[in-house]
């Protein structure tokens, strides 16, 4: 069975501009979170999705945002991109219920988004 | 809130010594907690995961962790480290939202190098 699958897998961006991450569920998973790792530090919470609507959403601005398909794929947009947005992005399914994390979650192996 | 500290930034093992990397976690209940090991570059991949029961938990690759209540603690251990265990570890959390969702919050990381 594939894993979670993200696209692209490296991405170089100018300031301002605008970025889309995508990225694919393991089939039967509902749940899809998304994380910034920036370097040297553990990942943070950006959105959790579950059944298409948004569960819950970490402290980023307005300039993020996120939405789920009725396959359960994934996109992760960020408007306006500062240089502070270079990170890599996790996303992660799970069989999570409702958005509570009761299952082990499985991380894809991330976009990595250098902006210049 | 739930959080969990990592005191330790970068750790030294010589090849086939024994290893502990060092969690403590902040929560007044049990907490769900976790363990994530990351290769250069790559994704998230669990090692090992608490919810209740059994204090001693075994996980992937020979590594196992113990939850004490009494030093809010969930060390990682390994009785014999390989070479090919050098990567960055992640002690995490689960973190109720404010609308009933669930998140993974994580530590800053210990970066494991092995010596010859």
């Known amino acids: 069975d594939a894993g979670v699958t993200q696209s692209p897998t490296h991405l170089i961006k100018t300031r301002g501009q605008h970025v889309t991450l995508r990225c694919s569920p393991i089939?039967?998973?509902?749940?899809v979170s998304w994380y910034q790792q920036v370097l040297g530090q553990g990942p943070q919470f950006i959105f959790q999705y579950y059944e298409k609507e948004e569960r819950g959403r970490g402290n980023f601005p307005d300039r993020f945002s996120a939405r789920q398909f009725p396959n359960y794929s994934s996109e992760l947009n960020v408007n306006a991109l500062l240089l502070g947005d270079s990170a890599l992005y996790l996303c992660a399914s799970s069989l999570a219920n409702r958005g509570r994390v009761n299952t082990e979650a499985f991380f894809g192996q991330g976009t990595r988004l250098t902006v210049v | 809130a739930q959080s969990v500290t990592q005191p330790d930034i970068h750790i030294t093992v010589s090849e086939g010594a024994s290893l502990e990397l060092r969690c403590n976690y902040s929560y007044g209940a049990t907490p769900y907690l976790f363990w994530y090991v990351q290769s250069p570059g790559q994704g998230l991949q669990l090692l090992l995961k608490y919810f209740s029961g059994d204090t001693l938990v075994q996980g992937i690759k020979g590594f196992e962790a113990e939850f004490k209540r009494s030093q809010s603690s969930f060390n990682l251990r390994k009785p014999s480290v390989h070479w090919s265990d050098a990567a960055e570890y992640f002690c995490a959390v689960v973190r109720s939202g404010n609308t009933g969702f669930q998140k993974l919050v994580f530590g800053t990381g210990t970066r494991l190098l092995v010596s010859p």
């Open positions: 089939s039967g998973h509902k749940s």
